[in-house]
């Protein structure tokens, strides 16, 4: 059976590279398999800050080191894995039901996301324990 983990797959971006540096461009369920209605970024973390740190019900999204790196760490309630993230072109799909925490931000890392829906604070799983009951649940 396939686990919630093995949908998080590392999505290769288009790059258009040459001397004068690169560039890359991301289409809404082209690129990324779902409809994209909002993206943000995460920027100035400082030194030994995590974020993330939560679930969500519904959300799809695409995240991406658009400068330096840090890990984002998955966990489905069962196994956990962390994904090391240093490349503009590539993408972690995380799909709905994923605990996700980001860790080991570089100076001047900046978190890209791409989100399949608008921002909505309901819409979020916050609490280990309320994660790990929400998956029993489900
Ligand atoms: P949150 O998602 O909790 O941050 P983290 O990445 O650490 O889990 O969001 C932090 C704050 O920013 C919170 O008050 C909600 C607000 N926020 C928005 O207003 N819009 C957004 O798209 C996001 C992601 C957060």
């Given at each position: 059976m396939e686990s919630l983990l093995d949908s998080c797959t590392l999505i290769?971006?288009?790059r258009e590279a040459n001397r004068q540096g690169s560039v890359t461009e991301v289409h809404r369920l082209v690129d990324?398999?779902?409809?994209?209605?909002?993206?943000?970024y995460l920027y100035d973390v400082p030194g030994g800050a995590s974020r993330g740190g939560h679930s969500h019900k519904e959300l799809?999204?695409?995240v991406v080191a658009a400068s330096g790196s840090f890990d984002v760490m998955l966990d489905d309630g069962?196994?956990?894995?962390?994904?090391?993230?240093?490349?503009?072109?590539?993408?972690?799909y995380v799909v709905p039901g994923v605990w996700r925490e980001l860790h080991n931000f570089s100076s001047g890392g900046i978190c890209l996301v791409l989100a399949s829906m608008p921002y909505d604070a309901n819409e979020y799983i916050r609490g280990y324990e309320n994660f790990?009951?929400?998956?029993?649940l489900k």
């Open positions: 290769n971006l288009p990324v398999p779902f409809d994209i209605a909002r993206v943000y799809k999204q695409l069962r196994e956990r894995k962390t994904i090391h993230l240093n490349r503009p072109y590539l993408g972690l790990l009951a929400y998956r029993k």
